[in-house]
């Protein structure tokens, strides 16, 4: 099964700047999803990321927001742009098994 | 209405006890479907894999599944402090995979 490492794994930010969360798998995998989780909620899918094409955002989000990168099978990351206080959550990473899904450790991220 | 509803809890029950966890939801298509354990600070680990309708055990976990009343549950036996986390559903049709919200659980010795 594949092993994803995702960092940071925490971070406080400022206000108006960005964070880039990457995640790394231990095996190529064609599509990575990004996902929110706030307190009480369930995971919110992101963006779906392909390796060679554009990433393709769930409603309510956009590139602008939370562009996304691929350059490989096994690498991608998300940035956190403008960041105000109500983006302050969980971010996952995760990769589909063929049975489910298995996800990074998430980024804790406070804006303040 | 949502797609995927869950008690979010919190639920204590003593060690030993037999837990029940359960998610409905609305999406007939949904064929897969899943339980994901989430310790805190860590990221949701896949617990148990279901396809369609029946029961699956694996040690004291059970999931089944009831796809006529749209109705899914996890069964915990002799249930142990280190069960103690969020546990989520989740459910897919073919990619797309929605979730619970989580239903936090605290095994207490």
């Known amino acids: 099964s594949a092993v994803i490492s995702q960092k940071p794994s925490r971070d406080i930010c400022q206000r108006g700047t960005s964070l880039t969360i990457q995640c790394q798998v231990d095996s190529q995998v064609t599509m990575m999803f990004w996902y929110r989780q706030q307190p009480g909620q369930s995971l919110t899918l992101i963006a779906t990321?392909?390796?060679?094409?554009?990433?393709?955002?769930e409603s309510g989000f956009v590139i602008d927001k939370f562009p996304i990168s691929r350059p490989n099978l096994t690498f991608s990351t998300l940035t956190v742009s403008n960041m105000s206080p109500e983006d302050s959550s969980i971010y996952l990473c995760?990769?589909?098994?063929?049975?489910?899904?298995?996800f990074g450790s998430g980024t804790r991220l406070t804006v303040v | 209405q949502k797609e995927v509803e869950q008690d979010p809890g919190p639920l204590s029950v003593p060690e030993g006890a037999i837990v029940s966890l359960n998610c409905t939801y609305s999406?007939?298509?949904?064929?897969?479907f899943m339980w994901y354990r989430q310790y805190s600070r860590k990221g949701p680990e896949l617990l148990m894999y279901t396809y369609s309708s029946g029961n699956k055990e694996d040690g004291r976990f059970t999931a089944q599944v009831d796809k006529s009343s749209k109705y899914i549950s996890l069964f915990i036996r002799d249930s142990q402090p280190s069960d103690s986390a969020t546990y989520l559903c989740?459910?897919?049709?073919?990619?797309?995979?929605?979730f619970g919200a989580g239903t936090r659980l605290t095994v207490k010795p």
């Open positions: 990321a392909n390796q060679g094409s554009e990433a393709t955002y």
């Open positions: 989740a459910m897919s049709a073919q990619i797309d995979m929605r």
């Open positions: 995760s990769v589909d098994r063929g049975y489910g899904y298995t």
């Open positions: 999406n007939s298509a949904f064929q897969y």
